[in-house]
Nanobody
Framework: QVQLVESGGGSVQPGGSLRLSCAASGYIYSTYCMAWFREVPGKEREGVAAIDSDGSTNYADSLKGRFTISKENAKDTLYLQMNNVKPEDTAIYYC??????????????????????WGQGTQVTVSS
């Protein structure tokens, strides 16, 4: 069994920065695809960024340049660095993992992780 625990959410002013963390515990396979998603009530869960165990990354087009996904293998931790945040970034942010390499074109789709694991989410609120 794998557990994912997000942290680092909170309130931040527009233009500010925030770093989210996702700590994984349990047996982690050597090949995986991990991603960040976000969800706003009444809207579909949106893929933010994904990272393969080989280090390759993929981002939602609208977020390129502001968000950076990274991982620290020694700590089994995934990160999302959010810079120049905007009110529309307000959402609950989730991390997810699926075994196997990321599939190009599918790594930012929530259904890809249906057989994997999800964290409980962390709230990010951007307002002045």
């Amino acid at each position: 069994q794998v557990q994912l625990v997000e942290s680092g959410g909170g309130s931040v002013q527009p233009g500010g920065s925030l770093r989210l963390s996702c700590a994984a515990s349990g047996y982690i396979y050597s090949t995986y695809c991990m991603a960040w998603f976000r969800e706003v009530p009444g809207k579909e869960r949106e893929g933010v960024a994904a990272i393969d165990s080989d280090g390759s990354t993929n981002y939602a087009d609208s977020l390129k340049g502001r968000f950076t996904i990274s991982k620290e293998n020694a700590k089994d931790t995934l990160y999302l660095q959010m810079n120049n945040v905007k009110p529309e970034d307000t959402a609950i942010y989730y991390c997810a993992v699926e075994w196997g390499h990321c599939s190009s074109g599918y790594e930012l789709k929530a259904d890809t992780y249906a057989q994997g694991y999800w964290g409980q989410g962390t709230q990010v609120t951007v307002s002045s």
